[in-house]
């Protein structure tokens, strides 16, 4: 049964993840919002979703090593499993901005989320308010910095001709599954991992972490079927970003998060080196790509770091 719970908890996200991406994006549209200003605080907001509501629904019902491992877990995931997973499938590219800009910047938010961490195992409203804070600055420098020539290509351009009725029910939708979504998939995981006698953190840095990461996985995949040039490291990246910034943040400021000393030993830790084998890997030749070979390498990591989880 708590099995059930959690494939239903990890469908009704993929669904609420999907619409959500598209109501926000077309009521974008609604306003004369560029695409770039959409595709990098609407849809990557609209993205991390999922994680967010799972998140505040765990810390809100005392479960806050889901609350925390939920979003590390993800951000493991994003490298370990989606970026792998699409690097097999269509070897991809590493812009520049990915040197200069997208990595550094996620690589500062995660060495902030450990500092916060070990201080006293406690993500206080204040240190969420930072991590909140510093999101903003980084996107508000982002646009500015961006010019029309970095537009999405994967943003839909028939979003733009969705009717008001149409964005109406796509929320209702999105509404309804991510919230009964992160409700099955938290009640599921916790019944789960007392049933099997493991901890929370456990369940919430594999099971619930991979549910909350299908929304990425879907969309890329669907992108390299559909061979769109928007696919790229980038969006990954952004989405690390916004979990630990807004998922953290934001979770943080309505209730501070306690942190269980095996995640700082164990969890945070492998955060930190799947970004920099990410890094490692976008170096080596062949230089600015992602080949299958790169791929096979992250995702042998990710077996091995869930093994040891488990173990």
């Known amino acids: 049964m708590n099995l059930a719970l959690i494939f239903l908890g990890f469908f009704l996200l993929l669904i609420g993840g999907e619409f959500i991406v598209r109501s926000s994006v077309a009521i974008s549209f609604k306003f004369n919002i ?22 505040l629904n765990a810390a809100i019902n005392g479960s806050p090593s889901i609350a925390i491992n939920n979003v590390i877990g993800s951000n493991i995931a994003n490298i370990g499993l989606v970026l792998a997973l699409i690097s ?24 902030l989320l450990i500092l916060f961490s070990i201080n006293d195992y406690i993500l ?16 508000i420098y982002f646009l500015k910095k961006s010019s029309n020539k970095e537009i999405n290509d994967d943003i839909d351009n028939k979003l733009s001709l969705a009717s008001n009725t149409k964005i109406f029910i796509w929320l209702l939708l999105s509404s309804l599954s991510l919230y009964f979504g992160a409700e099955f998939l938290v009640d599921g995981a916790v019944n789960f991992a007392k049933q099997i006698n493991i901890s929370e953190a456990v369940i919430s840095v594999s099971i619930v972490a991979i549910g909350t990461s299908i929304p990425e996985l879907a969309a890329s995949i669907i992108a390299i079927v559909k061979n769109e040039k928007g696919l790229s490291v980038g969006n990954l990246i952004g989405s690390n970003i916004f979990n630990i910034g807004s998922v953290l943040g934001i979770t943080a400021i309505i209730k501070p998060i306690h942190i269980a000393q095996e995640i700082i030993d164990r969890d945070i830790i492998w955060m930190l080196f799947f970004a920099i084998l990410l890094f490692v890997l976008a170096l080596l030749p062949k230089r600015n790509k992602l080949s299958k070979f790169k791929g096979f390498i992250m995702l042998l990591s990710y077996f091995y770091f869930i093994f040891l989880v488990f173990m």
Request: avoid cysteine; charged fraction near 10%; glycine fraction near 4%.
């Open 34 to 55: 560029s695409k770039i200003v959409i595709g990098m605080t609407v849809v990557a907001f609209a993205t991390s979703l999922p994680e967010l509501i799972v998140s």
């Open 88 to 111: 097999i499938l269509a070897s991809i590219r590493v812009d520049s901005t990915f040197y200069n800009k997208d990595w550094p910047v996620m690589f500062t938010f995660s060495i």
């Open 124 to 139: 206080t409203q204040i240190e969420g308010a930072i991590l909140l804070f510093l999101l903003i600055v980084f996107i």
